[in-house]
């Protein structure tokens, strides 16, 4: 745990996205996010090559598919560098459906759901990666109230 986290380094979110909050509490989706320490803003890389190296790396079986290639090859780098905090920085991924298959693997959530890379995003990947963004500046009774905030306390 980290000194200042308070026992909060993974924190359950439940997306306010689509009313999710509003459903009943099994049906709900949820997702543990990893709060973004200091070393993890400093790693937040701009070089291309980094990032592929990380894609060609983490992605690799992914890769092998010629739909699922297409569609990471076009990737532009910022999309590369949401694609890369969202799977580093969440597990647990509880309800999350898609054509009725449960879909708990982080990349394939990010694949499988639309993504933006606009700040204002209102997608559920743009929701789960902001409350990600959010946490790198939050400790002691911020971030405790933060998680109260994402649904999970």
């Known amino acids: 745990m980290e000194l200042g986290n308070l026992g909060f380094d993974w924190i359950t979110l439940v997306p306010v996205y689509g009313d999710n909050r509003s459903l009943p509490e099994e049906e709900r989706l949820s997702v543990k996010i990893r709060k973004m320490n200091a070393i993890d803003v400093l790693g937040i890389s701009d070089d291309v090559d980094v990032l592929y190296k990380w894609r060609d790396s983490r992605l690799s079986s992914e890769l092998k598919d010629p739909e699922q290639a297409s569609k990471i090859l076009a990737f532009p780098v910022s999309v590369l560098q949401v694609f890369k905090q969202f799977t580093d920085h969440t597990k647990d991924f509880r ?31 743009g929701e789960v990666s902001n409350a990600i963004a959010n946490t790198a500046s939050l400790y002691g009774e911020a971030l405790k109230n933060f998680a109260r905030q994402c649904g999970g306390l």
């Open 95 to 125: 309800n999350f459906k898609i054509d009725g298959e449960d879909i708990t693997n982080p990349v394939t959530v990010f694949l499988r759901l639309p993504v933006s890379i606009n700040p204002d995003d209102q997608s559920l990947i």
